[in-house]
């Protein structure tokens, strides 16, 4: 995988069973037009945040569940064939209308930066969002991997980290909104996948205590405005 399409999404909860039934329909296509995996995460732990937080990302109302998705590829070319052929497929049309509101789903396009561990039967996933100046992508990078090898330490399969190369603005909502983007930053999106809630929730009670998560005491983003939360793989495929 070297890119990645990224997705934060606002589903009536009592539409869950259409939604997965819809983004079983589409993940055929996907993997027709060169996708290799898709992963829809169903919120479960998503927290309020003081500046910003995913509910806000999509204007989420009370009734409504937040998920956290993607789409992986081999490359930029492949997605952006694949995108064009969706958008243009009878078949997308014939699948009728999303059990959501498109206008709020923000979406993104996502270069790898960096990638750990071998992955496996994912049982579930914490993801985050957060704007990074666009100067500091290296120190990111080396976050990241430091970050990653605590992570693995301590159960996650895998852990992964996507550097913003081609998000759109929206007419309602937007990655660059939701994280508040100011001149001079980036999105970046990143995941972590765990066998198991019990194994990450055992594995984050000794992972608030470790070094390596505070980059030093100086990381290279700014806290307040990451948003992040857990996620049940309702598709993973």
Known sequence: MTY??????AVPTANRQRYIEHAEGALDLFKEFGATRMVEGWGDDVPRGEVNDLYRAVQATDDETVLFSWVEYPDRATRDAAGARMMSDPRMEAM??????????IYGGFALLHEAGDGGACG???????????????????????????FLEHGALRFVDTWGDDV????????????HLQD??????GWIEWPSKEMRDAAWERLTQDERLMGGGDRPFDGKRMMFGAFVPIVDR
């Open 184 to 189: 001079g930053e980036t999105v970046a999106l």
């Open 96 to 105: 009728g209308a999303m059990p959501f509101d498109g206008s709020r789903m």
């Open 168 to 179: 759109p603005d929206g007419k309602v909502t937007d990655f660059r909104r939701a994280t």
């Open 4 to 9: 990645v399409d990224g997705f934060v999404v």
């Open 124 to 150: 579930y996933i914490d993801g985050v969002v957060l704007a990074v100046p666009t100067d500091k992508r290296e120190a990111y990078r080396d976050f990241a991997r430091t970050s990653a090898g605590a």
